[in-house]
């Protein structure tokens, strides 16, 4: 069976670890990186199901990412994440076709959800 391949971006190596371990558990690949440079590299060298992406970041912010990665992987999902009011940041995610934004800290329920329910249907 498929492995789903997820990509989680994130300046803070403890959530992306601990998201890592939650979705591991789930079945899915998991790869890492740390900024939207990182973030674009990968996108740019492997097949990647869904990313999962800070919106705020040292460097290129999540939402400028998240438009890189769209030009490059038009039909890739992306859920934003964010434990900041960043309200311009998140409508502009959402006005480009970010799958959802989650406060953080994210709810690992929430997160598994949404995450597998767009995998499974098809948008991935």
Do not use: W
Not at 53 to 72: H, Q, S
Request: glycine residues 8%.
């Amino acid at each position: 069976m498929k492995k789903n391949k997820v990509l989680i971006v994130d300046d803070q190596p403890g959530m992306t670890e601990t998201l890592a371990d939650i979705l591991e558990d789930k079945g899915c690949e998991v790869a890492m990186a740390t900024n939207g440079v990182q973030a674009l590299q990968h996108v740019a060298t492997h097949t990647v199901d869904m990313v999962l992406m800070d919106v705020i970041m040292p460097g290129m912010n999540g939402v400028e990412t998240f438009r890189a990665l769209k030009r490059m992987s038009p039909h890739t999902p992306v859920v934003m994440m964010t434990g900041y009011q960043v309200a311009h940041l998140v409508q502009d995610a959402m006005e480009e076709g970010s799958v959802a934004v989650l406060q953080k800290p994210v709810d690992p329920a929430l997160l598994v959800g949404i995450v597998l329910n767009t995998l499974l249907s098809g948008e991935a």
